[in-house]
């Protein structure tokens, strides 16, 4: 039966629920009975849509896009196949998020949301819902980069930002969230729901097959527990045989996951915490970090953390091959170096770009 | 026969020949058989290389890109298909041009190209020469965005910026071509071999039908060429049946295309030249400009010019639809504007974003 259930107190909900958390302030996730029709997809276009069987709203809310290019590309000498996601609408993968949870929006009949994010998330949600006609505002931390917060302005989104760090940001939201529901990329299960279909095109695109490994940024995990979601679904469907190994990847400069995960102290606080290039994941106080944990310890994967230099090393080379990324997505191709050093011959590896390099460029 | 011949004395040259103008200085086309496979085309990928029995080469330097979304949107209250072309990897149409010229360049074993662009041309020829490790150097105006200038300078091209006019820039690049290969959006006819693809996508893409009328910026011209000649060789093989109606949109603060064709007198020289928003397509002597007209008229077309007040209004509006594009895109979909109040019931319209507005966002 599909339902939302609080992963704390186990209570559930119909999907028709408005809510985005549990009356115990749990976090919910999404019990859900996914299908796929693979003889129908031959005649379907190449947008998220092809696998409407395994998503949890009746429309989306859709600019047809989605099935980004797969493309082989050399990393520290070594073939990876690497997902296109910074060529989504607004310029990350976060549209495959949007378009479900914002569709899921329209069909409760909710008119305005809230949401929070450092840009990306932003971006899409502010994109879909003004293609969905919906009010939004999205709270962003004072010092987003000015390309980001005007594309957020653009769409019609207000704009609320807010001093101090990533934390602050979301402190406020969740504020505003107490009377208008919360579009939230990292608390609202839809999102991961819509993130899903990165794991179901890469499938189709290798042919249905899984990949070995799956290196994937880690801050929120918004797209890696997507695509936890979408192997396990596609697994339990019988669409492939065996889970892959997920790699996630943080910035050394801020890894509470990679410490945790590894069993490290947790970093001592800072009067001004460490920045990072990598700004789209530097969490904090990740949501779902302990789901995080899990579903890479379940995979039988691991997680890294790079360094600043290691990510300039990765933007750089990026570039120079024809892909222009911003340095978020870089850090996870750092992490893609670290990996294919220990890469067994035939072993087929998934990697992303995860966002444009036009997300940054107004910075310099 | 497939070969390369002078508009101006008719020499004809084999297309291996490594030039990119007559040896008389006349431009270029290309005589070429186009065919189509229809049957081919379920099997293969969302991408440029569908039409490849259409295409001057044998290979493209690929990114897996095209088959844009062409998307029912909504202008002045009429419902327009928009080929969603902003969301090609460098951020604009130009891509089409550049996997088809560079693959080009490729097979010719050229190792090093020049190119001038106020933009997005520069940005698609230094993304695909990154991508096929040839050495590129880019001529831009001065005067050139922030975030343009920093994608060119990532894909590794040399970048040349020119004092002045965008057309000091061209006669800078040109004394530049005298000793290296021209890899030029304007000059060179194996790009408007990859614009072409434009015309191929939306006819497949409604169905193998022509639409009525196609809107299309003209300031080079550079996809309304590529446009006719691809709607000419669908015509050809019989994929449709008729040419569509094509409507070139200038802005008319530099608009000699559409003075030229409505038999307006030219412009007076001004001391410092008329701004526009729409920048790409600000060009005073665009060199294939007798083509362009006789392309529109040829169809039965017209040619528009917009004010600043109409570009920055459908600015706005395909922004809070949900579509950020850059202000020259925005030119075309208020060229559009116009043409709706003239649109027969049922007449199927074709329009195009150009450009990603995270292209313009620097600038703010």
């Given amino acids: 039966m599909n339902q939302l259930v609080c992963t704390t107190c186990r209570s559930t909900y119909p999907l028709t629920e408005p809510i985005w958390r549990c009356a115990c302030g749990g976090l919910l996730d999404l019990q859900f009975e996914a299908a796929i029709d693979r003889a129908a997809l031959a005649t379907r276009k190449p947008t998220l849509w092809r696998y409407r069987e ?26 990876v196949w690497i997902k296109q996601d910074q060529l989504f609408s607004t310029g990350s993968y976060k549209d495959r998020g949007a378009a479900v949870l914002i569709g899921h929006v329209q069909a409760l009949g909710v008119r305005q949301v809230v949401e929070d994010s450092s840009g990306n998330a932003g971006c899409a949600i502010a994109c ?33 930002r807010v001093p101090g760090t990533r934390q602050d940001t979301a402190d406020a939201v969740l504020a505003a969230a107490e009377t208008t529901y ?36 880690a801050g929120n995990g918004t797209l890696l527990l997507g695509a936890a979601i979408g192997f396990r679904e596609l697994l339990a469907v019988g669409a492939i045989e065996r889970l892959p190994r997920l790699v996630a990847v943080q910035a050394g400069r801020c890894a509470p996951l990679y410490r945790a995960f590894h069993g490290l102290p947790e970093a001592a606080p800072e009067p001004a915490p460490a ?28 997680i890294l953390a790079v360094s600043e230099q290691e990510i300039a090393r990765a933007l750089q080379t990026t570039h120079r091959q024809g892909f222009f990324i911003e340095p978020t997505s870089a850090a996870t191709i750092a992490g893609v170096a670290q990996v ?3 890469a067994a011959a035939g072993e087929v590896m998934v990697s992303v770009y995860t966002g444009h390099g036009l997300k940054a460029a107004g910075k310099h």
Same sequence: chains 1, 2.
């Fill in 128 to 160: 879909y819902c003004a293609r969905a006609g919906i009010d939004c505002t999205v709270y962003v931390p004072a010092s987003t980069s000015p390309a980001k917060v005007a594309q957020i302005e653009a769409y019609g989104a207000t704009l609320c």
């Fill in 275 to 302: 920045t990072t290039v990598a700004a789209g994941i530097a969490i904090p106080k990740p949501v779902r970090g302990p789901q995080i944990l899990d579903a890479v310890r379940e995979s039988g994967g691991t």
């Fill in 182 to 217: 919360y579009a939230s990329h990292s608390w609202n299960p839809f999102f991961f729901h819509g993130t899903k279909t990165f794991a179901y095109e890469v499938v189709e695109q290798l042919g249905w097959r899984a990949p070995d490994t799956v290196v994937l940024p």
């Fill in 54 to 79: 395994a998503l949890p709203v009746r429309e989306l809310v859709s600019l047809d896009q989605g099935y980004t290019p797969l493309l082989e590309i050399e990393v520290a000498g070594r073939s």
């Fill in 340 to 342: 294919v050093w220990d």
